[in-house]
């Protein structure tokens, strides 16, 4: 049965709320010319771009693993979620700190009248954007305590929906904020200050997803106390008499996998190979037969890399079922 995506619940909810605050903050936006309202329509056109592009990377990242991507394509949700916080940067933060700008240098038309139709869309607006940010977070909690580790441990793609529906609510109680103030002293300025927080708001935002979503890119590591975990394991192992080198990185969203070369101990497996104490009886009936002996030599040195690399199995799917985060183990005698 095909499992649901993780996050595209969140993102699917998201899109469709944006997409119907967009279109109604624009129409308001044009109609009032208020700066902080254009700021508004900005960011929720800004965040339906950005979520159609996580749904893209969230889509793509389902893609099996084939003989091109052979540990598959999870990473290209973190591709996807990079663009997608750049936008964030660039058009929503960018776009709407020079307008705003703009309009308190007087080349912006602002209209300095207070406009009730602004405050009724501002209402919607927080009204479907906090029905969006909850149901983004329960996606995040996934039924846990909502803690910093979550956060620390959270899918980007579910997190970018959580950060940008969060700054949403953040920006409209802003922009009410500053239609009141509007209201109240009739100074277009306090329009204009509002149009450039939100804009702030949406780079703070951009730069902490840039951030995470660079680290998934370049090779995000296990943390190092479950590294030190798994080395332990791999140590309890009688075949494994050191660790000479270990490494792991993320290959879709807390999914890892680990590379390990160890130096080999085979002498254990000589139990499995001869523990029934038959090996001198056999010698004893082929010693005088070097024919019979090379035979032998021949089963034996023939069996070994079968026992070692069932042996190498056998640790791999323990691994894997004493730690469910890891999907690729890779195990290199040294």
């Not at 965040?47 to 990242?61: C, F």
Request: contains cysteine; glycine residues 8%; charged residues 20%.
């Amino acid at each position: 049965m095909k499992t649901k995506t993780h996050g595209s619940t969140s993102v699917i909810t998201a899109l469709a709320g944006n997409t119907i605050v967009a279109i109604i903050k624009t129409i308001v936006a044009v109609i009032t010319g208020s700066a902080s309202m254009f700021a508004e329509s900005v960011h929720s056109i800004a965040d339906t771009l950005n979520q159609s592009l996580l749904l893209i990377g969230l889509k793509r990242s389902q893609k099996p693993a084939d003989h091109i991507r052979g540990y598959g394509y999870g990473i290209e949700r973190f591709f996807w979620s990079l663009i997608s916080a750049c936008g964030i940067l660039f058009i929503g933060a960018g776009v709407t700190i020079y307008h705003s700008i703009d309009s308190l240098l007087g080349h912006g038309g602002n209209t300095t009248s207070f406009n009730y139709i602004s405050i009724v869309v501002l209402i919607i607006a927080f009204v479907i954007e906090g029905f969006t940010l909850i149901v983004a977070i329960r996606e995040l909690k996934g039924g846990r305590k909502l803690s910093k580790k979550i956060f620390e441990d959270a899918d980007p793609v579910t997190l970018a929906v959580v950060y940008e529906d969060g700054a949403a609510v953040l920006g409209v109680l802003i922009a009410l904020l500053s239609q009141f103030l509007l209201y109240t002293t009739g100074n277009h300025i306090y329009d204009g200050i509002g149009g450039i927080i939100v804009g702030l708001i949406l780079g703070i935002l951009a730069i902490v997803l840039i951030t995470k979503n660079y680290q998934y890119i370049i090779g995000k590591p296990l943390k190092a106390e479950v590294q030190e975990e798994i080395i332990e394991f791999l140590q309890q192992d009688p075949c494994i008499e050191n660790i000479t080198d270990f490494k792991s990185v993320a290959v879709d969203t807390s999914k890892y996998r680990i590379y390990a070369t160890v130096e080999w101990n085979g002498s254990p497996l000589y139990e499995e190979i001869y523990g029934s104490g038959d090996l001198k009886e056999e010698f004893d009936n082929i010693k005088d037969d070097f024919k019979e002996f090379t035979k032998l030599m021949f089963r034996t040195t023939d069996r070994i890399p079968r026992l070692v690399g069932n042996h190498i199995d056998e640790i791999e799917q323990k691994i894997r079922e004493k730690f469910p985060e890891i999907l690729y183990v890779d195990i290199e005698i040294n």
